[in-house]
């Protein structure tokens, strides 16, 4: 279920940061499940990268998120000894992509 809220997130972060266009694709890269969401929004700064996973960071202005979607996603993704990388998208915006072992994908 973990899993779950962690894609959600993504995905609604993408939707609040997209100017108009996210695309999510999930695809099998060898024994592992690749999710990947991007967004033609404004990016993520080179600043805040290191900090993005943090409890209660948020880019966000006050009251308008609580900082935790990131940080339960990145904790979902090791918990099933994945992870989650940052990136540019060619859309302009961000790249996240949540990568999963199939050893730590269950049926939930």
Same mark, same amino acid.
Request: glycine fraction near 12%; proline fraction near 6%.
């Given at each position: ?6 894609? &959600? %997130? @993504? @995905?609604? %972060?993408?939707? *609040?940061?997209? +100017?108009? *266009? $996210?695309? /999510? ?8 499940? $690749? ?5 033609? !929004? =404004? #990016? ?5 990268? =290191? ?11 006050? #009251? *308008? &998120?609580?900082? @935790? !979607?990131? /940080?339960?996603?990145? /904790?979902? /993704?090791?918990? +099933?000894? &994945?992870?989650?990388? $940052?990136?540019?998208? =060619?859309? #302009? #915006? ?6 999963? =072992? *199939?050893? !730590?994908?269950? %049926?939930?």
């Amino acid at each position: 279920m973990r899993l779950d809220q962690a894609l &959600g %997130n @993504l @995905l609604e %972060n993408a939707a *609040q940061a997209a +100017r108009s *266009q $996210v695309v /999510a694709r999930c695809y099998r890269d060898g024994d592992t499940l $690749v999710y990947e969401i991007d967004d033609d !929004g =404004p #990016g993520i700064a080179e600043a805040h990268r =290191p900090h993005l996973f943090e409890p209660f960071f948020t880019t966000k202005p006050t #009251g *308008q &998120g609580t900082g @935790l !979607g990131l /940080a339960v996603a990145h /904790a979902a /993704a090791r918990d +099933r000894q &994945g992870v989650i990388e $940052v990136g540019k998208s =060619p859309l #302009g #915006g961000a790249r996240f992509r949540l990568r999963i =072992p *199939q050893t !730590g994908v269950s %049926n939930e």
